[in-house]
């Protein structure tokens, strides 16, 4: 039972395939919950829960320290190599009301790899299926988690770089979402610091809205 000295967060994570949704909610939830590894299909076709266990050292309320709980809700990619996006959407729909229905979401994570470009295109087709997803209010509980950030620092992009070589459409999706953005090398957040550096920027954008969470109903489409 939650007391008052525990908190805890409902995550999404949401992304076209291969994207590093599965690692990244592996590297929240500090597991290895989640399949993932590299292949020429869709690896993650169904939805599934992961819990952390309790997270001390990250958050704190009137000078007291509070027990973290992470839920990460894993989903099957938008594009999915054997999925329709009405199949993809109906299951992550079903799965968010079931798993996050009584208490709400706090936060979507759009997984987007830092070392490919973001193309118009994508970036309308991803929107509009969080927006259909989430609703209109959907960028205020949306952050963007630009994985393979080992890749782009490999390529010589310091963060602040990468962003002053970003393309419009990307600097047009993190504005739309308020600029709630952070980079993630999925190979390092397995160290203890690095989870809590990612930790703490989420609790930081949860915060920023005022901890609302969205509520969840199934709308079948
Ligand atoms: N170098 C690097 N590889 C990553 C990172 N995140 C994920 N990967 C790799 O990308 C592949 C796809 O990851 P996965 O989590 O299964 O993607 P999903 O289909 O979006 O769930 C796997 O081989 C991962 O090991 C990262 O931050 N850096
Ligand atoms: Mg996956």
């Not at 908190?7 to 989640?34: E, H, P």
């Not at 050292?57 to 009137?62: A, H, Q, Y």
């Not at 999925?83 to 079931?98: G, I, P, W």
């Not at 759009?110 to 299926?129: G, I, M």
Request: hydrophobic content about 35%.
């Amino acid at each position: 039972m939650p007391g008052s000295n525990e908190m805890t967060i409902n995550l999404l994570v949401l992304g076209r395939t291969q994207s590093g949704k599965s690692a990244a909610g592996n590297s929240l939830l500090g597991s290895s919950d989640f399949k993932n590894y590299c292949s020429p299909r869709s690896v993650t076709t169904c939805c599934s829960l992961g819990r952390s266990c309790c997270i001390l050292g990250i958050i704190r309320r009137n000078g007291s320290e509070l027990a973290l709980r992470v839920r990460v809700l894993d989903t099957p990619g938008y594009p999915h190599s054997s999925l329709s996006k009405e199949q993809v959407r109906d299951r992550v729909s079903s799965a968010l009301a079931h798993h996050f229905g009584e208490e709400g979401l706090h936060l979507a994570l759009l997984v987007l790899r830092a070392d490919l470009p973001l193309c118009p295109d994508e970036s309308y087709h991803t929107t509009q299926f969080i927006q259909e997803l989430l609703g209109p209010t959907w960028n205020d509980f949306t952050a963007v988690l630009l994985t393979h950030a080992d890749k782009a620092e490999e390529a010589g992009f310091s963060e602040e770089e990468y962003l002053h070589s970003a393309s419009s459409t990307l600097l047009s999706l993190l504005s739309s979402v308020q600029h709630k953005y952070l980079f993630l090398d999925n190979h390092k957040s397995i160290i203890k610091e690095e989870r809590a550096t990612v930790l703490r920027k989420l609790l930081n954008f949860i915060k920023q809205n005022n901890y609302q969470k969205l509520p969840l109903k199934h709308n079948k489409a």
